[in-house]
């Protein structure tokens, strides 16, 4: 069973169908995890305004409020990780809900095992790491222990996932890292069942936060045809 404090770690599912809520809920259980479920946007957000999950399985279409809409939210006061359900024609909604700070998402229709293996992974990838470091280039600081990434000076607010990519190529620095293996290595997944533009989407988020022009950028740098590495 997966404990945090001696307690299961709590999952809140929010989705409108309800095969939905009661497959997803039965694998999260079945791992471990604590379920609480919603059905739509209203009582999900009425929820988060007293309770404090470990993660959120979120669905782009609810009724009344949207899955984009709780996700902006949840972005102003938490960094919760957040696991988006979207159909594979909504990929508007993917690319808005990877810049609004999700931290990964899942197509419809999806196996319930992958996605309770993705909630494992965004979990376990968001805990502090087990042998800590503090990474120091110049200007820019990444200390794992913390969490906290400091650039001229100054702390930048990073989503765990945005956090995790940033670590994860500067522990190798020069070293060219494909898409497909940062899926792999970050996200614990693979091209096989997430689009790889999810890398790049956090990419350029990455270095909207801390690159002084992200046009041409001094940390992540982009290797034409082959992928990114960080330059230290």
């Known amino acids: 069973m997966i404990m945090t404090m001696n307690r299961p770690q709590q999952i809140l599912v929010v989705d409108d169908e309800p095969m939905v809520r009661e497959v997803v809920t039965a694998y999260l259980e079945r791992?471990?995890?604590?379920?609480?479920?919603?059905?739509?946007?209203?009582?999900a957000l009425e929820y988060l305004a007293t309770?404090?999950?470990?993660?959120?399985?979120?669905?782009?279409?609810?009724p009344h409020v949207d899955g984009l809409q709780i996700l902006a939210n949840?972005?102003?006061v938490s960094d919760v990780p957040v696991i988006l359900l979207t159909a594979r024609t909504e990929e508007p909604d993917r690319v808005l809900g990877l810049e609004l700070g999700a931290d990964d998402y899942v197509t419809k229709p999806f196996?319930?095992?992958?996605?309770?293996?993705?909630?494992r992974s965004v979990l376990r990838r968001s805990a502090p790491a087990s042998t800590p470091q503090r990474l120091e280039f110049e200007d820019l600081v990444i200390d794992e222990e913390s969490?906290?990434?400091?650039?001229?000076?100054?702390?930048v607010d990073l989503t765990p996932k945005e956090f995790e990519l940033l670590a994860h190529l500067?522990?190798?620095?020069?070293?060219?890292?494909?898409?497909?293996?940062l899926l792999e290595?970050?996200?614990?997944?693979?091209?096989?069942?997430q689009d790889p533009s999810t890398v790049t989407v956090h990419i350029r988020r990455l270095r909207r936060k801390i690159e002084i022009d992200?046009?041409?950028?001094?940390?992540?740098?982009?290797?034409?045809g082959v992928g990114y590495r960080f330059e230290p």
């Open 51 to 62: 309770a404090s999950p470990d993660l959120v399985v979120l669905d782009v279409m609810l």
């Open 111 to 119: 196996s319930p095992r992958e996605l309770a293996a993705r909630v």
């Open 170 to 181: 500067a522990a190798s620095p020069k070293k060219v890292f494909t898409r497909g293996d």
């Open 147 to 155: 969490r906290d990434v400091i650039v001229r000076g100054e702390v």
């Open 31 to 43: 791992d471990g995890f604590e379920v609480h479920a919603e059905a739509d946007g209203t009582k």
């Open 74 to 76: 949840l972005r102003a």
């Open 214 to 224: 992200p046009e041409s950028p001094r940390w992540l740098t982009t290797v034409w």
């Open 185 to 193: 290595d970050v996200w614990a997944s693979s091209p096989d069942y």
